[in-house]
């Protein structure tokens, strides 16, 4: 018989609960006024490094963050309406495939996590929406806690009352990390692709996306100038997902599997990359290994992965 903490059971109960009435944000007090994201921006900025803390691998600083509400619109903040089609298809067919069809809660997933988390008797799998993301990476830190979930939820049920999908998707795209210190598509663009976000084709939307669960470890496909065998995994799945939707063609899905990404093709022209596209066979068996950062208890690398130990500051607002 399987054996799990009781947390995990309250934590259950608590979420069926909450997922049951779309009032449950009522029941909690001191909630942000999400009415605000409106007309203001969240904005992501970096605080100075923090010391090590003792036992930390040498070289290794913590990294922090605050999240500012801007009035006006921030340099580099991008609209919907300048993202390529295919690209966010991609982000929202591997971050929250029900986006558009939920509450700001997925049963689905929760079901699906809630098995994986009794068969491992610990917290294993997430099941955050992207409102749900949205919620706890401009208001909550990411302590893992049954009650930071419960604000979690709550929040996200309020934002999809007062915001509509498309505002809620804009910020979220906007505010995630991409990389290290890489906030915002628009900046993932750049830095990967040398684009802006309106040029970004299918596929190059799904290695975006392939990095969020954890950009620094997956980013190793970038660092080496080629696909591990992860995100060469990962990125066919995606592209036969929008094949499905109709967002790509089965000729584009060809054209993208045989043609490698701008890094890896000028990689193969300087002769620094291999000859063809790699291949399962060409690919280690496993993710290739990278030293996991230091993180805190209630930390994890938010906003929008676990690549890297943060500490959420507290929402600030500006009138700039």
């Known amino acids: 018989m399987v054996s799990f903490p009781m947390r995990v059971v309250a934590l259950i109960l608590v979420l069926m609960l909450l997922a049951a009435t779309a009032s449950a944000g009522a029941i909690l007090t001191g909630l942000p006024d999400v009415t605000l994201l409106k007309s203001h921006h969240p904005l992501v900025r970096l605080l100075p490094v923090a010391r090590p803390r003792a036992g930390a691998q040498p070289g290794h600083r913590r990294q922090r ?68 993301q ?31 999908k498309s505002r809620i998707l804009e910020i979220y795209v906007n505010i995630v990390e991409w990389g290290p210190g890489v906030f915002g598509i628009g900046a993932a663009a750049r830095y990967y692709f040398e684009k802006h976000p309106s040029e970004l084709n299918a596929k190059e939307g799904a290695f975006l996306a392939m990095l969020l669960p954890s950009p620094i470890r997956y ?36 054209e993208y599997m045989s043609e490698p990404l701008s890094f890896e093709r000028a990689a193969l022209e300087e002769g620094t990359g291999d000859e063809t596209a790699p291949d399962d066979e060409d690919l280690p068996e496993e993710e290739p290994a990278e030293p996991e950062p230091e993180r805190d208890e209630e930390s994890e690398s938010e906003p929008g992965s676990e690549s890297s130990s943060v500490t959420h500051s507290a929402v600030r607002f500006s009138r700039s």
């Open 219 to 254: 980013g190793q496909s970038f660092r080496d100038k080629h696909l591990t065998r992860y995100a060469t995994r990962t990125i066919r799945r995606l592209l036969e997902k929008l094949v499905i939707t109709g967002r790509v063609s089965p000729q584009e899905f060809d």
């Open 65 to 132: 963050f605050e999240v500012r509400l801007m009035r006006s619109r921030p340099a580099g903040w991008v609209s919907l309406a300048e993202i390529s089609r295919g690209a966010l298809a991609a982000i929202i067919v591997s971050e929250d495939g029900n986006f558009y069809s939920h509450a700001g809660y997925d049963l689905a997933e929760i079901r699906r996590a809630i098995r994986q988390d009794l068969e491992h008797g610990q917290f294993k799998r997430g099941a955050s929406t992207i409102t749900q």
């Open 134 to 164: 949205v919620a706890k990476n401009v208001y909550l830190n990411a302590e893992k806690s049954i009650w930071r979930k419960i604000k979690e939820l709550a929040i996200a049920l309020r934002m999809e009352d007062e915001l509509t």
